[in-house]
Structures are given as structure tokens and as C-alpha cells.
T-cell receptor, first 116, second 115 residues
Framework: DARVTQTPRHKVTEMGQEVTMRCQPILGHNTVFWYRQTMMQGLELLAYFRNRAPLDDSGMPKDRFSAEMPDATLATLKIQPSEPRDSAVYFC??????????????FGSGTRLTVV | AQKVTQAQTEISVVEKEDVTLDCVYETRDTTYYLFWYKQPPSGELVFLIRRNSFDEQNEISGRYSWNFQKSTSSFNFTITASQVVDSAVYFCALDLKAAGNKLTFGGGTRVLVKP
């Protein structure tokens, strides 16, 4: 089965350090999402791209977060500087163009980030 | 604005019991998609079903069934004859075409199936 690959799976870093999370979407999928999951806030949309163009990043703290898709096979999410409140699981998901078929967005396994 | 409400935060059942998870959504759009995802203890999010707003037919897949009712803005999910492996958090999500097709998730319902 095709899958969305996220790296790293786990990251522990000190406050103030830069964190980069990477995502390889499924080949042929033109929509990519970044979500953050915490116990308090649940699943929050941070940013998403269609055909590599950012469509919405309103859920992302702009002063410290940035999301890019340098090419169709790579999406990145950076936090600089990181803070303890950024500790969460970050998910990447990809999907094809919408239609009436019973597709579902495919999620990666997530990156568990701990900022100490 | 769109919103998804899963009023049940946790449900505990004994194996072989049926369990129904409620999902109520809010949107003024006429074109939208509804999803259910499963998040087992391992943490990944597993796609279960997608339904578009023009198709109100109920769906059955093995022990899983879904009841979509536009009149009450609900998309409920039933697990029949639950098994321990069904223990997970289940999320309902709404995808609006007008909003650029981004998923808005409900808060999730944790299902615990006891042997």
C-alpha cells in the first residue's frame, strides 16, 4: 500500500532550537496537509498545499512556524525557535484531487515532538 | 464556519456489544464530504469512510455501518459485535468544497472494548 512517510518519528529538543519535520506524500497526490494533535486542542489544521502552492496557513503561528513544499515529493514544517508548548504529534496527510470516488486523505505515522 | 461535534468523549462496552458513535456537523454549504477515521493506540490515523453530501445512502462494511441524515446534520457510526481490536479513538471530519477541501475534525470518541 502507498503510504505517507514522515521523518523523524520522534524528536526531543531543547527550547529555542530549530525543528524540521519532513513529509513525503503519496506519489500523485496533489493535496498535502499538516495537522497538530494535542490532548487539549485535538487535531488542528496548521497548513495545507495544493499542487505545491500554500492554500491556507491560518492555523499556524506565523512568527515561529513555516511550511513549504520545495517539490512534489517533499513537504517540510519548521519551528524556529521551538517552545515547550509546541510539544505535540505532528501529522502530514496527502490526498488526490477531489471527486466523487470514495477516497480518503492518507495520514503519515506522525512526528512526536517534545520540547524541553 | 464549519464545525463537527462528537458529544461522546468515551464509550466503554463489553466485547460483542454494539456501539454507536454520534457525529453532528454544521455547515451552510451544500457540497461537502464527511469522513470517519480510526486512531488505534499505535497512533496512526486510518481512513474508514468518506461520504459526499449528495449521497444519503447508508453504508455497511463488515461490522461497520454508517447512517447519514442531512435532515439532522448527523453522520453516525455503528460497530456491530464489537471486538477488543476496535478499541481506538474515532474521529468524524468535515471537508468543505467551498473552503478548499480542508478537513475539520471533531474532538473524537474513545471506544474501549473490554473482553
Amino acid at each position: 500500500d502507498a503510504r505517507v512517510t514522515q521523518t523523524p518519528r520522534h524528536k526531543v529538543t531543547e527550547m529555542g532550537q530549530e525543528v524540521t519535520m519532513r513529509c513525503q506524500p503519496i506519489l500523485g497526490h496533489n493535496t498535502v496537509f499538516w495537522y497538530r494533535q494535542t490532548m487539549m486542542q485535538g487535531l488542528e489544521l496548521l497548513a495545507y498545499f495544493r499542487n505545491r502552492a500554500p492554500l491556507d496557513d491560518s492555523g499556524m503561528p506565523k512568527d515561529r512556524f513555516s511550511a513549504e513544499m520545495p517539490d512534489a515529493t517533499l513537504a517540510t514544517l519548521k519551528i524556529q525557535p521551538s517552545e515547550p508548548r509546541d510539544s505535540a504529534v505532528y501529522f502530514c496527510a496527502s490526498g488526490p484531487s477531489t471527486g466523487l470516488a470514495n477516497y480518503g486523505y492518507t495520514f503519515g505515522s506522525g512526528t512526536r515532538l517534545t520540547v524541553v | 464556519a464549519q464545525k463537527v461535534t462528537q458529544a461522546q468523549t468515551e464509550i466503554s462496552v463489553v466485547e460483542k456489544e454494539d456501539v454507536t458513535l454520534d457525529c453532528v456537523y454544521e455547515t451552510r454549504d451544500t457540497t461537502y464530504y464527511l469522513f470517519w477515521y480510526k486512531q488505534p493506540p499505535s497512533g496512526e490515523l486510518v481512513f474508514l469512510i468518506r461520504r459526499n453530501s449528495f449521497d444519503e445512502q447508508n453504508e455497511i462494511s463488515g461490522r461497520y455501518s454508517w447512517n447519514f441524515q442531512k435532515s439532522t446534520s448527523s453522520f453516525n457510526f455503528t460497530i456491530t459485535a464489537s471486538q477488543v481490536v476496535d478499541s481506538a479513538v474515532y474521529f468524524c471530519a468535515l471537508d468543505l468544497k467551498a473552503a478548499g477541501n480542508k478537513l475539520t475534525f471533531g474532538g473524537g470518541t474513545r471506544v474501549l472494548v473490554k473482553p
